[in-house]
């Protein structure tokens, strides 16, 4: 805790020098604007080599962490009076970075406004070799999109790019979110239809760095995506959810997922959508975890992981160590520090408690950025099955999504190359007393009680490097029960917020725009599929 207090003066310190270079190296290398090789499979290479998917220092320390990990409880955080305060220049640089090339991301709609006037500019022929490239980056910018609406509610899409596609700036208006949700899933479709007979190409995998030009694995993310949509409007818009989940996992042949094709042992690198570093990485999350999110979490471990005799606790977190009459001695058991410690606590006894795995996250360079897996598919069909389907159907959904997810963890912790101590998997029936007879088994009866579990599996399984989907389903779902230190935090920021508010610069560059959507631009407004 200590550590951190040091650390956070230099981090502020250093913040505005680093942003400065990394913006000049950005704008003469991976600024679309800047460049004069019109090359789709280039610009689509770029797309996919996103800082705010790879798991890198910044997103994670900046905002992962700091924003929707503290808001859903997946990251430790100091329990400040504004510890649920947004940080409203790291929020504007998350919009820059999903915007325009130049930040610590790669500009996904710039790349793809890019993409799209090269190819609307090309002959017949030229276009036939580069759909491939436009139907692939159209998936990548819908899971994008989806996230900022999910953040911020209303967004610039349709209007956005205007330099790149008419050579001059047009502010662009806010889309309505509910619409662009409805826009998002329909084409998801239409890129499952494509890729079900799409062929690969020589061109396309050696520029695809994220799946390796696997026309099956872009059709099982495509559908896998869209099901994760549709789940997430299925509170406000029962009915269309019910319908399309149902048709696509009732016809797997025709809507293949990312579910680890009922696998319990499965292969997450062959399977899941994951983002791998590239072959000259050097960096881990460190710093972003001594920074800020170092320790174990109350609910996650307590109350979670440790009734359950949960197997991946070991690569979730260490015990941690202190110094006792001049030696280092490990702490005898795994324990996270209470939610509602108060800051002093928190630094007087931070040695006593649980931090994250060293192996699995802040030393591993193999690390990839997790977009899909196999786990959240299967507790998505959960979830599917539970409400509108077989209880039974549901109980080995989320067995299997269990039994994945402890494969996954224990995938990510033995990535690492660095010498630290990996762990080994255990035998299988250590897993088969978690699954079948602890706390996180499937609840013999009650409807409640059985989406509980799912809900907060899912939770657990996003953890903290996809704390935004965690704080996403927290909202819809209500799960898992959290509760927040609301005592003496600052005027107006007592509660975590339902959604992020527009940063400065929306506000003070597209005015006009930003008028329309000006009255629900609070931190309490809801995004439109929270009615919990």
């Known amino acids: 805790m200590k550590n951190y207090i040091i650390k956070a003066g230099l981090f502020v310190a250093l913040a505005a020098s680093f942003s400065s270079c990394k913006k000049g190296i950005d704008e003469r290398f991976l600024n679309p604007e800047k460049s004069t090789t019109k090359s789709i499979p280039g610009f689509f290479t770029a797309m996919l080599n996103n800082d705010r998917v790879a798991a890198k220092y910044w997103n994670v320390r900046t905002f992962l962490s700091l924003m929707p990990g503290t808001y859903a409880q997946t990251s430790f955080f100091a329990n400040s009076n504004g510890a649920y305060q947004q940080s409203d220049d790291y929020g504007q640089q998350y919009w820059n970075d999903f915007y325009a090339p130049g930040g610590n991301g790669s500009g996904p709609m710039a790349q793809y406004r890019t993409m799209e006037t090269v190819y609307n500019t090309s002959d017949e022929a030229e276009k036939a070799t580069k759909t491939i490239f436009m139907q692939a980056a159209k998936v990548v910018l819908i899971e994008q999109a989806a996230k900022m609406v999910d953040l911020w509610g209303d967004i610039p899409y349709y209007e956005a790019g205007s330099l790149v596609t008419q050579s001059t700036i047009v502010y662009p208006k806010y889309d309505e979110q509910k619409t662009l949700y409805t826009q998002f899933i329909a084409d998801l479709d239409a890129a499952n239809t494509y890729f079900k007979t799409a062929v690969t190409t020589a061109e396309f995998s050696k520029y695809d760095i994220l799946l390796s030009g696997s026309v099956s694995k872009w059709q099982r993310y495509a559908n896998s995506l869209r099901l994760r949509l549709l789940m997430r409007i299925s509170n406000v818009e029962e009915s269309t959810a019910r319908t399309a989940i149902l048709a696509m996992l009732n016809d797997p042949t025709n809507y293949p997922l990312v579910d680890g094709a009922g696998v319990a042992a499965y292969g997450p690198k062959a399977t899941d ?174 409807t409640t009680a059985k989406l509980a579990a799912i809900y907060t599996q899912k939770w657990l399984n996003y953890g903290i490097l996809q704390s935004t989907e965690a704080w996403s389903e927290y909202r819809r779902t209500g799960y898992p029960v959290l509760q927040f230190v609301t005592t003496g935090k600052l005027s107006g920021f007592d509660v975590p917020p339902n959604r992020l508010v527009y940063p400065a610069g929306e506000r003070n560059y597209n005015g006009a725009n930003y008028a329309a959507v000006q009255g629900k631009d609070t931190r309490l407004t809801k995004i439109f599929w929270d009615v919990n």
Not at 319 to 328: H, M, P
Not at 353 to 358: I, P
Not at 378 to 400: H, I, M, P, Q, V
Not at 427 to 433: K, L, Q, T
């Open 273 to 446: 959508i994951l983002l791998s570093p590239l072959t000259n990485n050097t960096s881990t999350l460190i710093d972003a975890f001594r920074e800020g999110s170092w320790y174990a979490t109350d609910v996650m471990l307590n109350d979670v992981m440790i009734p359950a005799n949960d197997p991946r606790i070991p690569v979730f977190y260490d015990k941690n160590s202190k110094t006792v009459n001049g030696k280092l001695v490990q702490n005898a058991e795994f324990k996270a520090m209470p939610y509602d410690f108060t800051t002093t606590e928190q630094e007087n006894n931070y040695n006593n408690y649980a931090v994250v795995d060293s192996a699995t996250y802040f030393q591993n360079l193999n690390l990839p950025g997790i977009v899909i897996t196999s786990s959240e598919v299967n507790f998505l069909k959960a979830e599917a099955f539970e409400r509108w389907g077989s209880t039974a159907d549901a109980k080995t959904a989320y067995d299997l999504a269990l039994r994945q997810s402890v494969t996954f963890y224990y995938y990510l912790n033995n990535l690492n190359a660095s010498g630290v101590k990996t762990e080994t998997l255990p035998a299988a029936s250590v897993i088969d007393d978690f699954v079948n007879s602890s706390t996180a088994s499937y609840p013999a009866s009650g």
